[in-house]
Structure formats: structure tokens, C-alpha cells
């Protein structure tokens, strides 16, 4: 079965920092761009990051632009999302997607989501 | 990055269409043919239900349909029904592994 689980979400306090986990099983985990989507509570979708197949390229949105960094391990199907100088506007459901084209240099869609873990900024 | 403009709210009838927009600029909606529609349900995470502007995933009914026009694009769904009550997010591609979602829709099955 195809299947993104995160993890690594928790209540942590102004300043602080976390380290999200996502654990892709079911496919090539390497073929695919992965992103970063958060929802904070009551709100819409935001992406929040994106990283190529091979994890040479990364992007971020602006909000987390210097604070989050996206990373891969390929040889452990593990996306990561390390977020620091954590901010009371972080506090969202944190989901990892999969885009649905391999080795692709462009994102035509995520076909596969994880169940998203909370994040709660707060002192 | 500003988000992309959706209606906050659309309804219908079961078996009437609602048509829901989506409206950006020429760097996403307008520049690219990779527009996603998802479908998500309370405290659920979101489902592809449209991709590259006009096509359906495996699975999702052909009740779904995507169109676009310019910086505009469009989801219809046409014989509603009541397990299509959800809210509704348009996305497009931006460039550099960088999309752009819309601020959501409700739709409620009346």
C-alpha cells in the first residue's frame, strides 16, 4: 500500500525548535518531488516547502524562508521538515505530500498524502 | 506567494452542478497547465481529485471536471451528491517545486 506517515509534531515553545519525519512506503520514494503543506487550525491549505527527487533542489514560502529546512534520505524513504525559531503562527497540521509524476522537474499534482501532524506553538 | 481566489462558499441541490472558480495570475494559473483540485473533509487530509487543469485521478467519479481559461481555472462537479459536502482547494504550479493553493471553498449539499 501506498502510504506517507509523519511524525515528530508536539507542543513546543516560542523560539523553539522540531524535526518532522515522514516514512514513505508502497513506491519509489526517490523518483518523486516531495512538499510540505500545513493547515492551521480552521484555516486553509499554505505549502510550505518543496524538494526535488534527488533532494538537489529545495524552495521554501517566504513565511519560512531562513527558519525551516527541507531535507531527504532517499536510502531510508524519509522526507524531513526541520523547523527552528518556531513562531505561534507555525501552530498548524503539518502534511507531507507525493507528487504523482516521477523524475519530474515540475508538480502536476500530490496523489498521496500523509494524516498531517500537529504542531502548537506555544509558551 | 498570494494565495489563489476561490469563492468562500458555494451550494446546490443533490443532482444540480456547482461550478467553482479559481482565478490567479500569469505565473501560476495562467502559466502553467499543472492546476490540482482536492477535496478535503473535516479533520481529513486532502484528496486529488483533478490534476493538470483537466484530468481525474483513478477512482474520482467523472461527476468531477476542471477547465481553465487564462488565469482562471474552474471545477464542476454536476449530479451532486450529499457526500460531496466538503471544502474544495484549487492549486497551481508556480515553478522551482513551488505551488500556490486557493483559500478554500464550502460546498454545501442543500
Known amino acids: 500500500e501506498v502510504q506517507l506517515l509523519e511524525s515528530g509534531g508536539g507542543l513546543v515553545q516560542p523560539g523553539g525548535s522540531l524535526r518532522l519525519s515522514c516514512a514513505a512506503s508502497g513506491f519509489t520514494f526517490s523518483s518523486y518531488a516531495m512538499i510540505w503543506v500545513r493547515q492551521a487550525p480552521g484555516k486553509g491549505l499554505e505549502w510550505v516547502s518543496g524538494?526535488?527527487?534527488?533532494?538537489?533542489?529545495?524552495y521554501y514560502a517566504d513565511s519560512v524562508k531562513g527558519r525551516f529546512t527541507i531535507s531527504r534520505d532517499n536510502s531510508k524513504n524519509t522526507l524531513y521538515l526541520q523547523m527552528n525559531s518556531l513562531r505561534a503562527e507555525d501552530t498548524a497540521v503539518y502534511y507531507c505530500a507525493k507528487d504523482r509524476k516521477p523524475r519530474s522537474a515540475d508538480l502536476s499534482g500530490s496523489d498521496i498524502w500523509g494524516q498531517g501532524t500537529m504542531v502548537t506553538v506555544s509558551s | 506567494q498570494s494565495a489563489l481566489t476561490q469563492p468562500r462558499s458555494v451550494s446546490g441541490s443533490p443532482g444540480q452542478s456547482v461550478t467553482i472558480s479559481c482565478t490567479g495570475a500569469?505565473?501560476?494559473?495562467?502559466?502553467?497547465?499543472?492546476v490540482s483540485w482536492y477535496q478535503q473533509h473535516p479533520n481529513k487530509a486532502p484528496k486529488l481529485m483533478i490534476y493538470d487543469v483537466r484530468e481525474r485521478p483513478s477512482g474520482v467519479p467523472d461527476r468531477f471536471s476542471g477547465s481553465k481559461s487564462g488565469n482562471t481555472a474552474s471545477l464542476t462537479i454536476s449530479g451532486l451528491q450529499a457526500e460531496d459536502e466538503a471544502d474544495y482547494y484549487c492549486?497551481?504550479?508556480?515553478?522551482?517545486?513551488?505551488?500556490?493553493f486557493g483559500g478554500g471553498t464550502k460546498l454545501t449539499v442543500l
Open positions: 492549486c497551481s504550479y508556480a515553478g522551482s517545486y513551488t505551488v500556490i
Open positions: 524538494i526535488s527527487a534527488s533532494g538537489g533542489s529545495t
Open positions: 500569469s505565473s501560476d494559473v495562467g502559466g502553467y497547465d499543472y
